[in-house]
T-cell receptor, first 115, second 114 residues
Framework: AQSVAQPEDQVNVAEGNPLTVKCTYS??????LFWYVQYPNRGLQFLLK??????LVKGSYGFEAEFNKSQTSFHLKKPSALVSDSALYFC?????????????FGAGTRLAVHP | EAGVAQSPRYKIIEKRQSVAFWCNPI?????LYWYQQILGQGPKLLIQ????????DSQLPKDRFSAERLKGVDSTLKIQPAKLEDSAVYLC????????????FGEGSRLTVL
């Protein structure tokens, strides 16, 4: 069965420093991987996805993610964090069954960027 | 392009009462999802529709939860009777047929059961 794990409940980083939010996955077959962000009292917003191709995927708001097949990881990164990046981040994997897609989410990681 | 619309945004009820949530997906999106997000957890899929048919309701507590999408457009999720553990945010999402898996989410309906 497909699953994702986000090993950190919270990540703290100073503004201007690089950030990494970790995600590992377990799938059968080729993984389709996603990152979403959730701001307070809002729904989930798509950041980026990996389907195939380059292992480094670029997304919205300056975020990128690195796919590593040997480590079954898909870590979210940003070279220089902003206070406005503070939010809840979810990693997700696509489950494809019977011709239908659904996303399975990790538990989420809260990112706190301090001035 | 209009996003996924949900209402109400907030609802407070007492246990054993009933509640209904409404969702209108992005125009043209055939697939509609209801997720439950309990505080401190990731979203969990409750039910998935393709047009007006159910394709996955394996995690829907059918003794108290029901959902319908009669005309293949908007959808209603109902809880009756509510329990304390149903306190959560109910997220509606949609996607188009042939999507690689990217879902578009509404802002959610926060339910508090007292």
């Amino acid at each position: 069965a497909q699953s994702v794990a986000q090993p950190e409940d919270q990540v703290n980083v100073a503004e201007g420093n690089p950030l990494t939010v970790k995600c590992t996955y377990s799938v059968s077959g080729n993984p389709y991987l996603f990152w979403y962000v959730q701001y307070p009292n809002r729904g989930l917003q798509f950041l980026l996805k990996y389907i195939t191709g380059d292992n480094l995927v670029k997304g919205s708001y300056g975020f990128e993610a690195e796919f590593n097949k040997s480590q079954t990881s898909f870590h979210l990164k940003k070279p220089s964090a902003l206070v406005s990046d503070s939010a809840l981040y979810f990693c997700a994997v696509r489950a494809f069954s019977g011709g239908y897609n659904k996303l399975i989410f990790g538990a989420g990681t809260r990112l706190a960027v301090h001035p | 392009e209009a996003g996924v619309a949900q209402s109400p945004r907030y609802k407070i009820i007492e246990k054993r009462q009933s509640v209904a949530f409404w969702c209108n997906p992005i125009s043209g999106h055939a697939t509609l999802y209801w997720y439950q997000q309990i505080l401190g957890q990731g979203p969990k899929l409750l039910i998935q529709f393709q047009n007006n048919g159910v394709v996955d309701d394996s995690q829907l507590p059918k003794d108290r939860f029901s959902a319908e999408r009669l005309k293949g457009v908007d959808s209603t999720l109902k809880i009756q009777p509510a329990k304390l553990e149903d306190s959560a945010v109910y997220l509606c999402a949609s996607s188009f047929i042939g999507s690689t898996g990217e879902l578009f989410f509404g802002e959610g309906s926060r339910l508090t059961v007292l």
